[in-house]
């Protein structure tokens, strides 16, 4: 049978699916609410249900990774408006300029054309996003300057150009995420949970997200980490900083690591977590301007004390500031709100034992979720992290919340943007119940 699958009821699943990724990809629009949610569910079951049956065949898996991707090849972003972003940061320095050292409302402003297809360009990312310094590190630069070479002056090739390092790298998370799960003596399919995902597929090689560029390099390292090779691990988890800047949060965590695995070992940790520092200094050099700290530190500022977008506790947070003060606090909650997250990180790192290297991958797994619970902004495709890890460690309900996450979705089918405070409620209310129901099963594993 083609694909070698077992039944024709799994064909029906994949031509479905098919079928509503094209839909997805070509006509739908972000304002168009409920068509997106009818999609997004019916996806999601097919995908539940394609893995159920068909968790054995590999080949079968594969193919269909890949196809479901190459369907978004040639659509413009329909969800997102950050590609728009990526393509002047590449043409701005295929052009000489400096992304972290110019904004793109100042040449606008002024009437200037640094780029072709300034005005197109900033008009699609929106003032919000044109009125503030790049945050994105050196590495995901490059693969915006890889996009402006083989794009040229087309925003649709450029697109492409941007797509096929994505779907390159999820293709080779794939290869070593399976590889990975043989070492921890898991099963290697797991790593479909990840790479059949509709969020995964949609968010990241649809809508353009570099979260999989990212955790391409994390996968490595944990790999070559597995085989020993720490320095080389290092090295990549670097990489996998400068595309994202998330994977610092974990950088701790291997204290565990080579504390409880390698005879108390803590100069390899030390030196691990010098090497990461050190890689991503170097990436920076070549962007090197007196005011790169400051304009970089106040553009990744930002995200933590003036933007929300559905959150969770940071919304419990912010009525309790309108109840006792009459306004939104988020200057002074976005500050605190880190500091929690450091004190769990902490935890983690040195008092919560970490046992087998099951747990540790467990403990990674937690990190993010409590990051991204006590976070101000949780645009869907953050969730791509929670989704690799939840296959690796066999949670589910990272793939329950990247289902319900669309319900965010609405804010954009209001005018003026509005986010629905109940559907909110209602995403993470199942998600902690099924987090809640998850851990009671393995109090060995709880947060």
Known sequence: ????????????????????????????????????????????????????????????????????????????????????????????????????????????????????????????????????????????????????????????????????????????????????????????????????????????????????????????????LLQKKWILAAVLLACSVSVKLIPLLIVPLFYQWFTNFNTKKIVPFMSFGGIVVLVNILLFLPFLTPSLISNYSDSVGLWFTNFEFNASFYYVFRELGYLFRGWNEIAIIGKILPGIVVIYILYLSLIRKTKTTNHFFNSLLFAFTFYYFFSTTIHPWYLASLVLFGSISNFKYPMVWSMLVVLSYYAYSSNPFQENIILIAVEYSIVFLVLALENSNRLELKI
Request: hydrophobic share 50%; aromatic share 16%.
């Open 1 to 224: 049978m083609a694909f070698g699958a077992k039944n024709n009821s799994t064909y029906f699943l994949i031509l479905l699916s098919l079928i509503l990724y094209v839909f997805s990809g070509y006509f739908l629009e972000r304002t168009q609410f409920i068509p997106l949610l009818g999609s997004w569910v019916v996806l999601f079951t097919c995908y539940y249900f394609i893995l159920r049956k068909e968790i054995d065949h590999s080949n079968l898996l594969i193919q269909v990774s890949i196809i479901f991707r190459l369907i978004f090849l040639f659509s413009i972003p329909n969800l997102s408006q950050d590609f728009y972003r990526f393509i002047w940061d590449g043409r701005m320095i295929l052009n000489g300029f400096n992304p972290y050292a110019s904004l793109p409302e100042t040449f606008i402003n002024q009437g200037l054309s640094p780029i072709f297809g300034a005005t197109e360009l900033y008009e699609g990312m929106g003032e919000l996003n044109g009125s503030h310094f790049s945050n994105y590190p050196p590495l995901n630069q490059l693969s915006f300057l890889i996009g402006a070479l083989l794009g040229g002056d087309s925003i649709l090739w450029t697109v492409v150009a941007l797509k096929i390092q994505i779907i390159l790298a999820d293709i080779g998370i794939i290869i070593y995420g399976r590889k990975l799960l043989k070492k921890l003596g898991l099963h290697p399919n797991q790593i479909f949970w990840y790479a059949l995902n509709p969020l995964i597929i949609i968010e990241l090689t649809g809508n353009l997200h570099f979260e999989s560029v990212m955790l391409f390099f994390m996968v490595l390292s944990l790999y070559k």
